[in-house]
């Protein structure tokens, strides 16, 4: 666990008590905080983004997430939502991650999930992944101390505007895998008898109102539907430290370069260099 010193804003060691939540996302990657939100908060924002889907079109971002389903998804929602605006700001997350990421996480993703019943899975997340990193990675044959808690960079949060049992393919986790500083195995990406030292798959079912967070770096996927699937129906956040950039909107629309600085790019690695970058997981 850590902090923010002030003045100056160096990371410490906290010592004083946190949430149980907090504790278990370090140790395992993942928590749930069941019943966070009221049925009415959770009724009236899944009205308000039910609407957003309505009135506002995919915006071309969901094009690196294979199968064509662009529709599912809308993006920067505290953008267009001022109740998902709420909902992001709230202590009931807020007392959960600044422990992990220090008093001054910001959010760098805020992207709505509407993903509706389908006879054919088509969702990007139905393998195997992590969200980035791995943050400190490591080789095969190495293995983070265990007296040492494993720092987290970036958490994933998914508020739940509708049930998700087991039949709707909720998010699965492999706990302690976030420790491994490896990236699931390619040969094993749909394989829901995945391991990793032991520990086989964790399913995060929910109800709406709960709240499932999970550090960016554990291994975790959709599971598969069965014939009883309703579709999910999530807000999700990344909160992030400080030092990791926002990506609310991709680079090619907000950046810092001027007009004349963009026209004397030569290469991609100058691109990338100068922060025009491609569209990755958080960016769309």
């Known amino acids: 666990m850590l902090k923010r010193m002030r003045p100056g804003g ?6 004083d008590r946190v949430p149980e939540a907090s504790v278990q996302l370090e140790r395992d990657g993942y928590a749930i905080i069941r019943h966070a939100f009221t049925a009415d908060e959770i009724a009236a924002t899944k009205t ?15 094009g690196n997430k294979r199968g064509g389903i662009e529709d599912d998804f809308r993006y920067e929602m505290f953008n267009r939502s001022g109740l998902s605006q709420q909902l992001v700001g709230r ?6 991650i600044d422990p992990l990421l220090g008093e001054d996480a910001h959010i760098i993703a805020n992207t709505c999930w509407r993903n509706p019943a389908r006879t054919e899975h088509r ?17 095969p044959d190495q293995s983070w101390p265990e007296d040492i808690p ?5 958490i994933g949060v998914h508020v739940f505007l509708m049930d998700c049992p087991l039949a709707c393919g909720p998010t699965g986790v492999i706990s302690g ?29 929910a109800r709406a109102g709960d709240v499932a967070l999970f550090v960016s770096d554990v ?4 599971l598969p539907t069965s014939d009883e699937d309703k579709g999910r129906f999530f807000l999700q956040i990344h909160y992030a430290r400080r030092d990791i950039a926002q990506r609310i909107k991709p680079t090619s629309i907000i950046n810092h370069l001027q007009p004349e ?24």
């Open 219 to 222: 291994w975790h996927r959709r």
């Open 177 to 205: 895998s976030h420790r491994s500083g490896l990236f699931p195995p390619a040969e094993r990406l749909h394989d829901v008898d995945l391991q990793w030292q032991g520990e086989g798959v964790t399913v995060l079912t």
């Open 123 to 139: 969702h990007g997340g139905g393998a195997w992944h992590i969200d980035a990193g791995p943050h400190i990675p490591l080789s």
């Open 10 to 15: 160096y990371l410490a060691v906290r010592e």
């Open 91 to 96: 202590r009931e997350i807020l007392d959960v």
């Open 48 to 62: 308000e983004i039910e609407s957003i889907y309505e009135q506002l079109p995919p915006d071309g971002r969901g």
């Open 150 to 154: 494993h720092p987290v960079f970036a």
């Open 261 to 284: 600085s963009i026209e004397r790019i030569s290469s991609d690695r100058e691109r990338h260099l100068l922060g025009l970058h491609a569209m990755g997981f958080y960016d769309g």
